[in-house]
């Protein structure tokens, strides 16, 4: 018999693995949105923009491996704690030597990434304490948290504009120690923790192919939403000549819509089963940003297509993790971890090869139409697996949740 999912789990942790998760990501893709003015002080050319709210990404990405495991020997709580207090410092340091030189910009986008490394902390302390039936649910809701996205997109120019946008990064450290005072005072270990292993048994998950899929579904869903969350405001500004603070509106619009439906995702996902939702998931995607590519020769035209993919994209990543923890229940850790990864390499390759498009070919077509056909693969990948998955680990045997 299913138990409600109040009763399911521990509310406070869940509560804050989101607003952890929530003011990380804000601080992950700040790049994004300060990177006209950035850019336009320290002369920038487009492969240097791109490459610059690039790197956040990756370093994001490669951080959550190591998040993952620490997770598993620190126990959540304790892994977010070190964290945010890192990430912390280094705002400080930023905001207080400045930042004269894009060399440094590369550095603070380091910092910034274990920011995003957040992910793989945020999930586990939540997932640990909800059984199968509830994974969807409790995970769409702490991976909202990537809703911090529309924060840094909606009043990161306008206090760049204000203040200058070097103070910027000292700003944002203030809602950082306030939510790790409450983070503190809410998040709970499960009991269910699973004991350390060795480095090597972690890394033993490579070994079955079902991870392999699951990294590149996620490449695919996530990476396009944060790629898109880093990016959009230099599109927007370059491509309608829009200034900062409106193109930071329009990536806040569509990062708002991807956010909101991460957790609405996981609940379809619950319901229906990860696999067929995502499949949906996968097929407007493809066609929106097939779409996009060929520049809608209005601003707001591509401001809907944009939200309509975004859509997408973050119900699809509610879906992949309602799967992750019925294939990996004991392993969740690390595959929250180097899934996780490869989002964030998604997330790297999406931005970096959007500026490298504008670089050396004048548009961002190629950009776009390359992670449409992504998409479209990974559609063909999950077909090729469904069956597979649903008779195996995914039977009603086996799991009480909907694959």
């Not at 003015?37 to 990405?61: H, N, R, T, W």
């Not at 620190?74 to 410092?89: D, E, F, M, S």
């Not at 603070?108 to 957040?118: K, M, R």
């Not at 033993?204 to 996620?218: E, N, P, Q, R, T």
Request: with cysteine; charged share 10%.
């Amino acid at each position: 018999m299913k138990t409600s999912f109040l009763k399911a789990g521990h509310t406070p942790s869940l509560v804050a693995a989101f607003l952890y998760f929530d003011v990380s990501f804000m601080v992950w893709v700040l790049m994004g949105p300060l990177a006209v003015q950035i850019s336009k002080d320290l002369g920038l050319d487009a492969a240097q923009k791109g490459l610059m709210v690039a790197i956040p990404v990756l370093a994001g990405a490669i951080l959550r491996v190591i998040n993952g495991v620490a997770v598993d020997y620190l126990r959540p709580k304790l892994t977010g704690a070190i964290c945010q207090v890192l990430v912390i410092l280094g705002l400080l340091a930023a905001w207080y030597f400045g930042i004269h030189t894009y060399g440094q910009t590369l550095l603070v986008g380091i910092v910034l990434g274990l920011a995003g490394a957040s992910f793989a902390i945020a999930l586990p302390l939540a997932s640990r304490w909800y059984p199968p039936e509830h994974q969807g649910t409790a995970l769409g809701i702490a991976g909202a948290g990537n809703s911090g996205t529309v924060f840094a997109s909606l009043f990161a120019p306008g206090l760049a504009v204000a203040f200058g946008w070097t103070n910027v990064f000292g700003l944002v450290a203030l809602p950082l120690v306030i939510v790790l005072v409450a983070y503190l005072a809410l998040a709970k270990d499960s009991p269910d923790c699973p004991p350390p292993k060795s480095l090597a048994s972690y890394f033993s998950v490579l070994k079955i192919g079902d991870a392999w899929w699951f990294m590149f579904f996620y490449s695919v869903t996530f990476g396009g939403f944060v790629g898109l969350a880093s990016s959009l405001s230099i599109y927007f500004n370059d491509q309608y000549g829009l200034s900062p603070v409106v193109a930071g509106y329009c990536t806040a619009a569509c990062v708002f819509a991807g956010s909101l439906v991460r957790p609405i995702g996981g609940a379809v996902a619950d319901r229906i089963g990860g696999i067929k939702s995502l499949s949906v998931m996968y097929m407007v995607a493809t066609a929106a940003f097939a779409l996009v590519s060929f520049g809608l020769p209005a601003a707001w035209m591509a401001l809907v297509v944009f939200v309509i993919g975004m859509l997408a994209l973050g119900m699809g990543n509610g879906a992949v993790f309602q799967l992750v923890p019925q294939r990996f229940r004991r392993e969740i850790g690390v595959m929250t971890g180097i899934v996780g990864m490869t989002g964030g390499l998604g997330g790297f390759y999406l931005a970096s090869s959007l500026g490298y498009s504008k670089q050396l070919t004048g548009t961002y077509q190629m950009g776009f139409l390359l992670f449409a056909g992504l998409a479209f693969t990974a559609l063909l990948g999950l077909s090729a697996v469904k069956t597979r998955w649903r008779t195996s680990w995914g039977a009603a045997s086996v799991s009480a949740a909907r694959v």
